[in-house]
């Protein structure tokens, strides 16, 4: 039962660099989303995507892109890398309908 | 706009004792609601869900959660803590129907002592 799968898991950029974090789910659910996790600041969302196809921002988009590349998987890129995106991701899938969210295990992003 | 506010960061009970977490809400219509919860290192885990009927919503691991609409409150409670529900918890209020968009509290760190 994988569920939601991030990757990487860990990781550390230089400020300006790009990358991109991965997701997969696996429980053919319609909806996907990113969030970051901040001390203090709770979850926040950072893009979603209704379903394959659509993908709309969330509270805190700046700096990030998204791919929905197919029904199962859900891609986040940094484009140019700031200190201040330095977080814990967390990937997570629902169904279009539903009102349960699943969340992957996270990836821990520095960048210095 | 719909938003949660757990006013506690931070709780240290014995094991043994009783727990309540508190979590109020703010909502324009019926809420769905739900409390997460996540161990060091971990992604969230659900731990029980309110939508309608029965107030008092048991979950998994021994937790119980009662909606109070009169005080917009969705209170996560266990008689009995373990040391291993040491933990950070989350409550969250989202829209009933359509796709997704919840809101999540800032959560609260409990600390267990023997």
């Known amino acids: 039962n994988a569920g939601v799968t991030q990757t990487p898991k860990f990781q550390v950029l230089k400020t300006g660099q790009s990358m991109t974090l991965q997701c997969a789910q696996d429980?053919?659910?319609?909806?996907m989303y990113w969030y970051r996790q901040d001390p203090g600041m709770g979850l926040r969302l950072i893009y979603y995507?209704?379903?394959?196809?659509?993908?709309d921002k969330g509270e805190v988009p700046n700096g990030y892109n998204v791919s929905r590349l197919n029904k199962r998987e859900f891609s986040l890129r940094l484009e140019s890398a700031a200190p201040s995106q330095t977080s814990v991701y967390f990937c997570?899938?629902?169904?279009?309908?539903?009102?349960?969210?699943?969340f992957g295990e996270g990836s821990w992003l520095t960048v210095v | 706009a719909q938003s949660v506010t757990q006013p506690d960061i931070h709780i240290t009970v014995s094991e043994g004792a009783s727990l309540e977490l508190r979590c109020n809400y703010s909502y324009g219509a019926t809420p769905y609601l739900f409390w997460y919860v996540q161990s060091p290192g971990q992604g969230l885990q659900l731990l029980l869900k309110y939508f309608s009927g029965d107030t008092l919503v048991q979950g998994i691991k021994g937790f119980e959660a009662e909606f109070k609409r009169s005080q917009s409150s969705f209170n996560l409670r266990k008689p009995s803590v373990h040391w291993s529900d040491a933990a950070e918890y989350f409550c969250a209020v989202g829209p009933s129907g359509g796709y997704q968009k919840v809101t999540f509290g800032i959560g609260t760190k409990l600390q267990v002592i023997p």
């Open positions: 997570a899938s629902s169904e279009i309908n539903g009102n349960t969210i699943y």
């Open positions: 429980m053919n659910h319609n909806s």
């Open positions: 995507s209704a379903s394959e196809g659509t993908t």
